[in-house]
């Protein structure tokens, strides 16, 4: 499999009309170079633009499903479109993921689960999601997370009981923690014997500098591409068949005690 992770910038001045076709033009121009393509964390407002999230939300089928939708069929790939601040008509806003099959339907909506800020921004502002998320390509079952949520093992080894062998991972991610970034996404890829695919932003957020460096980890932990700091299309080619060999060669999975429900007596 090819994918591309488009790892755009969230520019000041910048209307979300304007970015919204910059970046379907982006999806378009993968058609026939990559079979997934993966936008980042909340690149229609920037991802500690707090003050915007609240404004610029949208319901879960508004201005951004139907533009990245469009594109998705129109360039042929399954496209993770990053995500969006939601706004549930019966509840808090949400930080949630929407991913497009080659024909443009929604076939997964996944609200962010861990909430970043401690006692202020994302943390205080959207509610929570409570479900993992998977979806089912010909080729790999992906599981999807966002950002903070690669701070969370659990989580990735509950998508990995749900049959996931690639990991998707849209992020805002601040460059003071970049050497986190690359740390985290070596270690779910080496624990869970996955390939992650993890895809940030460029440029600032709200003047918080981003660390770029998208990254393709392979299941023995290998980086098998990374970008730079600044706007890039980082595509790569990849074999999901590469897991569960990995997983047949060295079945650390198999020898899982604590968190496997057992029987008593």
Sequence with gaps: MRASLLQIAVNEGESIESRRRRVASLVREQAGAADVVVLPELWTTGAFAYEEFGSE?????????????????????????????????????????LVFSPSGDLVAAYRKIHRFGFDKGEAVLMGAGGELVTVRLPETTLGVATCYDLRFPELFRGLVDAGAETFVVPAGWPERRRSHWTLLAQARAVENQAFVLACGTAGTHAGVPQAGHSIVVDPWGEVLAEAGAGEQVLTVEFDPGKVPVTREQFPALKDRVLGLERPRG
């Design 57 to 97: 939300a949208e319901p879960l089928e508004g201005p951004t499903y139907e533009v990245m939708a469009k594109a998705a069929s129109e360039a042929g790939v399954w496209l993770h479109a990053g995500s969006i601040p939601e706004r549930d008509p019966e509840g808090p806003l949400y930080n949630t993921s």
